[in-house]
């Protein structure tokens, strides 16, 4: 009898390590629902990677400096150097092809930017003081895409300066199942696009500026209730960029 019981004492602080070890090991188990797991490192860590900042949106109204589109006709002159002057079309990979320069990528930079940038190159080479002016003739792609959840998703052309909400507006709005703050803005500059999330709500409360639109933009709201949102927004970038894919 005496020895059972010393056998029984001797089993307990070892039989107590193992119940231990048992509940430690339950309460560090993970979700059984491998879908909960899934959507807190998609929320966590592809957002992060997918938005670039909204500090690089434009905040003040365009004035004649206009961003530079693919399409438009540029009318350059250089002072004293009629073979570098003439007009060019701005081509769909953004660019334009100069003499002595050759190929100068403009899309989404203002003219005085060109000025700037053709003046640098003429002065390396060419020209001690090249005086260097452009005109935008035509505006031909300033028009804004909205679609998604809106009431009157479509293509919408740009007269003068208007800002996101405004492009939201010509949309009809929001339509009722989309969610305010899964608005996504996709903006072109050459062969790069860049998706920037914005919260409509915000943005009327004053949390958040209104941007102004470039010509080509597109935006796309979404629906409240989608869980793949993100993946979405993915899948448009590529096609933006690859788009025979």
Same mark, same amino acid.
């Given at each position: ?6 056998? +029984? ?26 879908? =909960?797991?899934?959507?807190?490192? +998609? ?17 003040? $109204? ?12 540029? =009318? ?10 003439? /007009? ?14 050759? $190929? ?11 000025? !700037? #940038? ?7 080479? @060419? ?14 792609? #300033? ?17 003068? &300066? ?6 939201? *507006?010509? $949309?009809?709005?929001? *339509? !009722?199942?989309?969610?305010? =703050? /899964? ?13 920037? #999330?914005? =919260? ?11 941007? @102004? ?12 209730? &989608?869980? @793949?949102?993100?993946?979405?927004? /993915? ?11």
């Amino acid at each position: 009898m005496h020895k059972h019981l010393n056998r +029984l004492h001797s089993l307990l602080p070892v039989t107590a390590v193992f119940v231990g070890a048992a509940l430690i090991a339950s309460c560090s188990t993970p979700p059984a629902h491998p879908e =909960d797991t899934q959507q807190v490192g +998609l929320g966590t860590t592809e957002s992060g990677s997918i938005f670039s900042s909204l500090q690089e949106l434009d905040y003040l $109204a365009p004035t004649e400096n206009t961003a530079i589109s693919s399409g438009d006709l540029l =009318d350059i002159k250089v002072f004293q150097a009629e073979e570098l002057s003439g /007009k060019y079309k701005v081509g769909s990979d953004g660019k334009i092809s100069l003499p002595l320069i050759g $190929a100068l990528s403009v899309s989404g930079k203002t003219p005085l930017a060109v000025e !700037n #940038q053709l003046s640098g190159l003429l002065q390396q080479k @060419y020209l001690q003081n090249p005086q260097v002016s452009i005109l935008v003739e035509s505006f031909t792609n #300033q028009r804004v895409t909205v679609e998604g959840e809106v009431n009157k998703p479509g293509v919408y052309p740009i007269e003068g &300066s208007i800002t996101f909400l405004q492009a939201i *507006a010509l $949309a009809g709005g929001l *339509a !009722n199942l989309a969610s305010p =703050d /899964k608005v996504v803005l996709f903006r072109r500059n050459g062969q790069q696009v860049k998706a920037y #999330q914005l =919260d409509i709500q915000a943005i009327r409360d004053g949390r958040l500026r209104d941007p @102004y639109i470039r010509g080509n933009d597109q935006i796309v709201a979404h629906r409240s209730d &989608s869980r @793949y949102w993100f993946k979405e927004v /993915k899948d448009m970038m590529s096609g933006l960029i690859n788009p025979f894919n």
